[in-house]
């Protein structure tokens, strides 16, 4: 979650420099691999197609999860189960394997382009693009604290701020409303995975990284099952914190690295029917949280996770893959599209409006869901796009560049994850 996108350009170098490089920047041996994930769009777009309306069907899942008091339904114990996961966990993780892929396709990307990836360039645009309206939640969160509105415990406010929350092993306080910020623990996992992957695709290359990230992709489970015994008192948080839940983000990045192979795309033509696509989607939406409901951990600390990386995966690999077909086609509607840009505010704001019956100002789903996209919308608009257009700016002045470049970088077609 952290689970907003940039829906702007980045521009990248598309100039070779071997000379003087700036600080925070590593460049390890000229990668052999292809740019990810053919782009079809029009050479002037700055997106990737169906992204942004993928986008919008994972964070309108969070936020019916989020509504399900307010909605008030009377479902089945396994209904009830299948319709919280579906809405719910189903989209957070869905977030996350998004995530891998495209932030691995803009470091790849611009690896093949100049032979480097910056590390300054990198952690800039990511300030540049999650602080802001991460930091405005946060004072709108204190003020309201202080004003006794709300009562949240100040250690899960500094958490939050430290992108700590999925490591929050205070104590549960009852009756305190640390639901307002508890959402933040998918921003932490993702501004974790941010702080490790750059690096070590920068110092190992895309190449080696193929294979070190499917290693670990597939020692997760064995992770997750020691630390379940080793460390009993910790089995609630185990898909919160990021050393047990961070195959998601491999799976979506070894993706990345393996468009283009021969291997890959031979074994994807064998999935071009629209049928596998719609059985993926309907075992993912359905069948893999059924199967968490009827075996629990057994399922989930073993297989699950794996089985939930690979359907998000497939998804986007075969949506990038026949852009032509009537699902692609629904996520490019310009509804989607606009959903889908305003996730990551939505995603933020939308835990002050929904969820508590009893400390939101309505019951009602549909006023409240309006308030959320309404502070979504102003947040994006008036504070989030001046901060990309300046961020913009600096680039466009080199400032995010070593002196004495005289061209500007080339843009490439790809969005920008924002967290």
Known sequence: ????????????????????????????????????????????????????????????????????????????????????????????????????????????????????????????????????PLFLFLVTIVCLNLAGVIQIPWHSIVLSSLFLQNYNFFPYIPYSDNHYIGHLWTLSAEEQFYLLWPFALAWLGPKHMRKVALLLALAAPGVRICHYFLFPGLRSKLLVMFHTSYDIFLWGCLLALCSGDSRLESILKRFRSVGWFYLVVLFYVTGEPAL??????????????????????FIIAWLGRNLGSWPAKFLNLASMRALGILSYSLYIWQQLFIGKCEHTFSNSFIVCTSAALTTACASYFLLEKPFLKLRRRLSAGYCFSRAGRTAPPAPIAVTEPAG
């Open 1 to 132: 979650m952290f689970l907003g996108f940039d829906t702007t350009g980045v521009k990248l170098s598309s100039q070779s420099s071997r000379a003087v490089l700036p600080a925070g920047t590593i460049t390890p041996e000229p990668a052999v691999v292809q740019p990810p994930l053919r782009d079809d769009a029009s050479a002037g777009s700055k997106r990737l197609p169906c992204l942004d309306g993928l986008r919008a069907c994972a964070i309108a899942a969070v936020i019916l999860c989020h509504g399900e008091n307010q909605l008030n339904w009377k479902l089945p114990p396994l209904a009830d189960a299948v319709v919280l996961h579906l809405w719910g966990t189903l989209g957070v993780f869905f977030f996350f394997g998004l995530s891998g892929y495209l932030i691995t396709t803009l470091l790849v990307r611009e690896y093949s382009s100049t032979g480097e990836i910056s590390l300054k360039k990198f952690y800039l645009r990511r300030a540049f693009r999650i602080l802001p």
């Open 292 to 313: 968490e409901t009827y075996f629990r951990g057994t399922y989930e600390l073993t297989v699950g996770m794996t089985l939930r990386g690979l359907c998000v995966v």
